[in-house]
């Protein structure tokens, strides 16, 4: 589904990603974990098209993604959560759903039986929240909502585009433990029509959602495996793991 090869990204004599390779499979969670500074959303930007790389590239079901905008990408089938959610706070959750629903249709945003459409995107929107912790708030501006519920409406929007390719980062960052586990299942929920790449720090989270795990150190990738494997890398553990290796 995606297939990294050999990136480099370089800012001056900094490498920030120095020839990460890696594959992600359609129904596969990848989780991408490293020390703070080590490149992974860098890469991640590289990978969306917010950054160019200096070299290698990056395909989506085969097609090379070189010189396509984050836009051309998105209309490929990649959609990414950032560390701050990307929401439209005067506008309700429904009305943010369907949006993301609509950015992702034949006819996007065309205002021709606009109104059929939206209705529409409208009723394929409350399908999708319900069954979430904001289900009875669908009326409700998002700007109403928490920080951690923010969070959970961003990862709605982006599993509303329906992406062949889902990129997380931090997804659960600063949230409750209740609100991390109401992410985290609406993103097991959507693997299965997906590859998914999620950049964590909560290594509990990464270790039992990740079919693998790759990890970077200052713009390398150490390893990627399964995750009792990456546990027990020596590699793993003195870069970033450390105490953390044993579950």
């Known amino acids: ?26 129904g596969s969670i990848t989780g991408l974990i490293g020390p703070n500074g080590a490149g992974k959303t860098s890469l991640f930007n590289v990978i969306s098209g917010l950054l160019a790389p200096c070299s290698g590239q990056v395909r989506l079901g085969g097609r090379s993604l070189a010189n396509k905008s984050p836009e051309a990408r998105a209309r490929w ?4 959560s950032f560390q701050t959610s990307r929401i439209f706070p ?9 949006l993301g629903l ?18 529409a995107s409208l009723e394929r929107a409350s399908t999708l929240l319900a069954g979430t912790p904001l289900v009875s708030r669908g009326e409700q501006p998002a700007a109403d909502l928490s920080y951690g519920e923010q969070r959970i409406l961003d990862v ?17 960052a600063g949230l409750s433990a209740a609100e991390a586990q109401a992410i985290m299942a609406l993103v097991r929920s ?49 870069a970033y793991l450390g105490d953390l290796a044993t579950p």
């Open 156 to 172: 709605l929007i982006a599993l509303a585009q329906k992406p062949r390719l889902l990129l997380l980062d931090e997804p659960t």
């Open 90 to 98: 005067e506008l309700s959750l429904l009305d943010n759903i369907a």
């Open 1 to 26: 589904m995606i297939v990294v090869d050999d990136v480099h990204k370089h800012f001056g004599g900094f490498r920030a990603v120095d020839g990460a390779s890696f594959e992600i499979a359609k």
């Open 190 to 238: 959507a693997h299965n029509q997906c590859a998914i790449l999620l950049i964590s720090h909560d290594i509990d989270i990464v270790f039992s959602t990740s079919d693998r795990v790759a990890v970077l150190s200052q713009g390398s990738l150490l390893t990627i495996g399964e995750p009792a494997a990456v546990r027990a890398h020596p590699q793993a553990i003195r």
């Open 102 to 119: 609509r950015a992702c249709g034949p006819d996007g945003y065309a205002w021709w039986r606009g109104r059929a459409r939206h209705h």
């Open 77 to 80: 089938g990649m959609a990414r």
